[in-house]
């Protein structure tokens, strides 16, 4: 049994409570029953401690010589993380990257459905993307209202970032994944998660340059 000790749970905590539900799942399908937060740990290059802490930040806490029920965390993660439930969203912006989001699959393991998508393009509206119909961007506000929608996706050119979210705000929605370049600006109460591919891509080019140079020297 899972003992609950319930605190708020910071930002990087959340943050990595995905990874620690992926190696979980590993786990799970190797039959294993429990794991101590030192494997975990180790797996991830943490301290035991901070494991112990992230988990016990959701309320949940190990038993003494056995650590954690695998299954018991598995399902208190999703839980928590709102992913036993599926949440259906909102895609606005029917380009190459809004097409690759809506033909995720594992979305789905997540508990987010994509429902809908949205276009100026009239040349996209009326067609589908992964079996994903393209309305008109105008029909937003009455397709969240009546089917209860509060997230968005935003993939769309940055020039219209903000005015699409002033937009959704508008419509009721309620939480932005902004895969825009656009800082956006909304009300106290709608969170917005920037998804920042030129920064990731900069470090990452970074490092490789960084690298280059040592391999050169070394006759790689």
Known sequence: MIEKILTTPSLPTVRRLPTYLR???ELQDEKQHYVSSTYIAERFQLEPIQVRKDLAAM???GQPR???AVTELTCAIMQFLGWNNA???F???AGNLGSALAG????ADYGLNIVAAFDVDK???GTRIHDIKVFPLQKLPDLALRLHVHIGILTLPAAAAQTTTDMLVQAGITAIWNFTPVKLMAPKGVIVEKVDLAASLAVLSRSVKEKLPLKIAQGA
Request: net charge positive; charged share 15%; no cysteine.
């Open 87 to 89: 949440s259906e969203a």
């Open 66 to 68: 056995l650590g954690f």
């Open 123 to 125: 040349s996209k509206i």
């Open 104 to 107: 995720y699959s594992g979305f």
């Open 23 to 25: 190696l979980l799942k």
């Open 91 to 93: 895609l606005i912006g």
């Open 59 to 61: 309320g949940i806490v």
